[in-house]
């Protein structure tokens, strides 16, 4: 058994190669929210509310970094106008042009100009026929939506799939058919329960043949300041609801749930209301030009309910971008964002009139704040501050690792306060283990001769994440790492 001690995140991103069905090559996508534009426009770079003065700066780090496509959860607009619309379809051109897909869903915005433009669902399936599978598709096929239920619904919620993975768009939003206007002050059409026979179908590992699967919508399942939920309500709305949800994400292993709505950076692990499920969250950075603040804890439209949250990771009032890179059974994800934030634009920055602040975008210098990820045959631990890591331990195919020593010594918290007062939750760490098999990765690098160099004696481990946004370094820790000796080759 070896002993290593590690202070570097990069110890888990050294190791990049993964045994996956034939090596499979990896390949990436892009996430991005909300880009609206919200206030006046001195130098007319946003027009008819749609933030092009940020996708215009975005798009480019998606083109380099080499995404097969994006996925924008939604809010594509302001107002919803039909003629907004095409403005943010025609700034998704650069995309189609590098043949790079995009991929939208309707947010609430999108709901703002009606009901004399159907809720923009024509404007919508007009301007992204992709999402029914029509053109645009750069690769992704087997498109998928909930006819069954309404033909309102045809490629607003969808579900296509491209190399190993599935995706999953939900659409709750007002329909022509079907119009909920909720005392949380959104306009609900066919909810999820509506749909939630066309999502357990399309998750099903036992039918999808496909590894991994992701879930969009555009309200997170619990956010920071906004309280409304994709279950048509509040946190605590329709409980029966949200369990048969949770659990067939969770019973699926699907291990990321993806939204935006809240223009916060925020990592949780969110817990059903029958404590039975869990998953993580990611609620996507801004593109927009307003940015919120967390509302207190104990708020009253709550409704308790924060307890079923792990708060992970949090940023605020930063623009960012986020890299998904799929490879075999692996997933690591990247989070890009400006690199001083606070940019001052408007009344929801964080709080006063409309207007204030520069109403003039800056320019961007993106950089990595975060990497997190997961493997298929790995493990999650969840590592409270203070706690030691000592509980990461996992096996694989006769290779066992071990933390033996090292804390979380982090101090880092989020931003969510009490009425009270206080200073924020503190963060848990989520880390989480993968694993290389060393017959194929021998096989993948050298065919089947043995090579001195490039001799290995285990399985290659793979660790995130161990570190706070920001950081790129973990605490200090001890991991030990059993090997077959009988691998080694004479000196």
């Not at 749609?50 to 607009?77: E, R």
């Not at 002050?185 to 066309?198: E, L």
């Not at 089947?448 to 994440?465: C, E, F, G, P, Q």
Request: hydrophobic content about 30%; proline content about 4%; glycine content about 8%.
């Amino acid at each position: 058994m070896k002993v290593f001690t590690g202070r570097n995140v990069m110890l888990a991103c050294v190791l990049t190669l993964i045994a996956g069905a034939a090596f499979a090559t990896p390949w990436k996508f892009g996430v991005m929210s909300d880009p609206q534009w919200t206030t006046t426009d001195p130098l007319g770079q946003n027009p008819n509310g749609v933030s092009a003065s940020i996708i215009n700066q975005i798009t480019p780090q998606f083109i380099n970094q080499g995404v097969k496509f994006v996925i924008q959860v939604g809010d594509l607009t302001e107002s919803g106008n039909d003629a907004d619309e095409v403005v943010r379809a025609t700034a998704a051109q650069p995309l189609y042009n590098a043949g790079i897909g995009y991929f939208p869903m309707r947010g609430n915005h999108e709901t703002y100009a009606s009901p004399g433009n159907n809720y923009g669902i024509t404007a919508f399936q007009t301007n992204y026929p992709q999402t029914q599978g029509i053109s645009n598709t750069f690769g992704a096929y087997n498109f998928s939506s909930p006819t069954s239920v309404s033909s309102d619904l045809n490629g607003m919620s969808y579900s296509f799939d491209y190399n190993n993975a599935r995706f999953v768009i939900i659409d709750p939003w007002a329909t022509p058919g079907k119009v909920d206007n909720n005392p949380d002050g959104y306009a609900y059409g066919y909810t999820v329960n509506d749909q939630q026979s066309w999502i357990s179908s399309r998750l099903n590992k036992g039918t999808r043949d496909k590894e991994h699967a992701f879930v969009f919508s555009h309200q997170p399942l619990m956010a920071e300041n906004h309280q409304d939920t994709m279950f048509s309500g509040y946190t605590n709305a329709n409980p029966d609801w949200q369990n048969t949800f949770y659990a067939s994400l969770q019973n699926n292993g699907v291990k990321y749930y993806i939204s935006g709505h809240d223009h916060i950076h925020q990592r949780s692990i969110i817990t059903s209301p029958d404590a039975y499920s869990n998953i993580q969250e990611l609620v996507a950075a801004s593109n927009s030009s307003k940015f919120y603040t967390p509302k207190s804890l104990d708020n009253a439209n709550w409704f308790g309910q924060k307890s079923r949250e792990t708060s992970l990771s949090q940023e605020l009032y930063t623009v960012g971008y986020y890299i998904y890179t799929v490879d075999g059974p692996r997933v690591t994800v990247d989070y890009f964002s400006d690199d001083h934030g606070d940019w001052l634009s408007d009344a929801s920055y964080p709080a006063g009139p409309a207007g204030n602040g520069s109403r003039i975008t800056p320019t961007f210098n993106f950089v990595k704040k975060e990497s997190w990820g997961y493997s298929l045959n790995g493990k999650e631990f969840l590592v409270a501050q203070g706690q030691s890591y000592t509980t990461v331990q996992d096996t694989f195919s006769g290779t066992t690792a071990k933390i033996l020593s090292g804390s979380n010594n982090s101090i880092k918290r989020d931003a969510s306060l009490n009425t009270t007062g206080g200073v924020g939750r503190q963060l848990t760490k989520a880390v989480d283990t993968g694993w290389t098999s060393i017959d194929r990765w021998h096989d993948k690098h050298h065919g089947h001769k043995r090579n001195s160099d490039h001799n290995l004696a285990s399985n290659i481990l793979t660790l995130w994440v161990m570190t706070d946004l920001g950081s790129d370094q973990t605490d200090t820790y001890a991991l030990s790492l059993s090997y077959d000796r009988h691998r080694l080759l004479p000196m």
